[in-house]
């Protein structure tokens, strides 16, 4: 008979999971011991908050589930962040961690057992969409093949199960399979309403959210726009759910005073698997159209900050595809959108902020196009840039932390992208949040992951900097020591190309994407951030 710690990786293979990011133990060794074949392969990360961030990061990436596995205590206290992180950003994900011996373990008491916590699991409450307690053989097994379901079942969001150490190396006789998730379709009467409601309404603007991208609605997304003549706003999370050439997508945050005038103007907003958060409206702030249709999987997400006119729970793709089934064909003119988009990047490009920000842009922006790159960016003044402007050619090729806004997100999400191994991977880091996960260098070599770093080097925390020069504040907190980053990644055998600016940026990171391998690049450079910051939404 398997052991558990077999049964709990073989119930993840039977996902389909083929790669999973963990740190061994002394609590969790048989997890490492039992993989093989038939199990997913185990990548050895360097610290507990790269577990969570790599399977975040495969999840974006791939669409399917992420697993992070960590010791007891310390080590799943480590995770706590970045599992954070995955709830904020609803990512499907599942963190097994072991715990102490049941044969050790009291109820109620803190005996000082190694490890030993009051209640482990209560860290990860607040954020994850189930924790799981087993504490037998039987229901160890059981409970990872439900969180797996649970992980994957739309609204999508991160799992937490511990498994205490012994019930790990105990025999199981059943390796339960995780339940197929369903899709939820939407109720008739609401989607009548919704049908009079954008009927009654000449002109349409869609606010497409990251809802779109988890239910795979591209397709039926691009349609919709084409049949009612609507323009699409893409949250920071929808970002590559058009093409970049479609011609119904703005391409530009409506933080752009020229797209929320636009998007004001309109006779109903027709929100799709979108929440209204605040770093998407300026805090609420920002006008809207008087009339509101919102789709949403979750029935919460419909009214927690804009009550809608109309409200649909249901699954994306079964919505819009009912609307397309439903709503007419309109005759639509893009003249209007297109002198939008005109004016707003020909002003951009003007602007002392906007300028050199696109000249950084445009050589990213080729590289990543040249190698069909995925890039996942920090919370960092580039990776704002990247976030909002920067050319996205597809659903999942753009990671953002904005959901809790973690910073040091970019390096150990990049490794899970990386081992995803379905495109190269650009990791747009600034100076400082590089430094929070330096040591998943190692595991970029040792794994020979296609990940290229780029470290933009400002000199420190740029976007506090910024903060303290509006406030007329003296800079506290925010200029920092750096290490000489090129021979800090020739430390780790990481070819590295350093430059002062931008010119010679695309090709040295094209040619680091090409490699197949884990290449570095260091830029020196200071941009002023977008008005897709905080302390720039008035400006």
């Known amino acids: 008979m398997p052991t558990v710690a077999r049964a709990v990786l073989e119930v993840f293979h039977h996902a389909g999971v083929r790669t999973a990011f963990g740190l061994p133990g002394v609590h969790n060794l048989s997890l490492w011991r039992e993989a093989g074949a038939g199990t997913p392969e185990l990548v050895l990360v360097r610290h507990e908050q790269t577990t969570v961030y790599a399977a975040d990061g495969l999840a974006r990436a791939t669409g399917g589930l992420g697993v992070a596995l960590t010791t007891t205590g310390p080590g799943a206290a480590n995770a706590v962040a970045a599992f954070g992180e995955a709830a904020a950003s609803g990512s499907p994900v599942v963190l097994v961690a072991s715990e102490i011996s049941t044969k050790l373990a009291r109820p109620g008491v803190v005996r000082g057992a190694l490890h030993e916590s009051r209640d482990q699991a209560a860290l990860f409450e607040p954020l994850a969409k189930a924790v799981l307690r087993p504490r037998t053989a039987e229901d160890a097994v059981r409970c990872v093949a439900e969180a797996v379901a649970v992980a994957m079942t739309w609204p999508r969001g991160p799992v937490y199960v511990d498994i205490p150490t012994d019930v790990l190396d105990a025999q199981v006789t059943h390796t339960p399979g995780p339940a197929t998730p369903v899709r939820r379709a939407p109720d008739p009467t609401q989607l009548d309403r919704a049908v009079a409601a954008i009927e009654a309404r000449p002109r349409i603007v869609i606010w497409a959210g990251g809802g779109v991208v988890q239910a795979d609605a591209s397709a039926e997304l691009a349609a919709l726009a084409e049949r009612l003549g609507a323009p699409v706003v893409t949250t920071f999370a929808a970002r590559g759910v058009l093409p970049p050439e479609h011609r119904w997508l703005v391409g530009l945050p409506p933080h752009e005073p020229e797209v929320a005038a636009y998007v004001e103007g309109a006779d109903l907003l027709l929100a799709v698997g979108a929440a209204f958060d605040g770093q998407m ?64 990047w020909a002003r951009l490009r003007d602007d002392a902020a906007g300028g050199p920000a696109l000249a950084f842009l445009d050589a990213v922006d080729t590289a990543v196009a040249a190698a069909d ?35 040091g997100y970019a390096l150990p999400a990049a490794v899970g992208a990386g ?121």
């Not at 595809?321 to 004016?343: F, H, I, M, N, Y």
């Not at 840039?385 to 953002?400: E, I, K």
């Open 419 to 539: 081992a995803a191994r379905t495109r190269p991977v650009l990791a747009v880091c600034g100076d400082g949040g590089f430094l929070y996960a330096v040591g998943e260098l190692a595991v970029l070599r040792q794994e020979n992951l296609p990940v290229t770093v780029l470290v933009v080097d400002d000199g420190g925390y740029g976007m506090l900097r910024y903060d303290q020069d509006r406030a007329g504040d003296p800079h506290r907190g925010v200029d920092l020591v750096r290490p000489d980053f090129g021979a800090l990644a020739r430390s780790f055998g990481l070819p590295v190309v350093t430059l002062e600016g931008v010119e010679g940026l695309d090709a040295a990171l094209a040619e680091g994407l090409a490699s197949g391998e884990p290449r570095m690049v260091v830029l020196d450079l200071a941009l002023t951030p977008p008005r897709t910051t905080s302390p720039r939404w008035h400006d």
């Open 281 to 344: 409206t300026r805090n609420w702030s920002m006008p809207r159209p008087p009339a509101l249709v919102s789709i949403n999987v979750d029935e919460s997400d419909l009214v927690t900050n804009y009550e809608p006119d109309v409200g649909l729970v249901g699954d994306a793709r079964l919505v819009l595809a009912e609307l397309l089934e439903r709503l007419p064909a309109r005759r639509s003119d893009v003249s209007a959108l297109d002198a939008v988009r005109s004016s707003t």
């Open 373 to 407: 790159a995925t890039v996942v960016v920090d919370m960092a003044i580039p990776g704002y840039w990247y976030g909002g402007y920067g050319r996205v050619t597809g659903p999942r090729r753009l990671q953002y932390p904005i959901g809790w806004g973690t910073l």
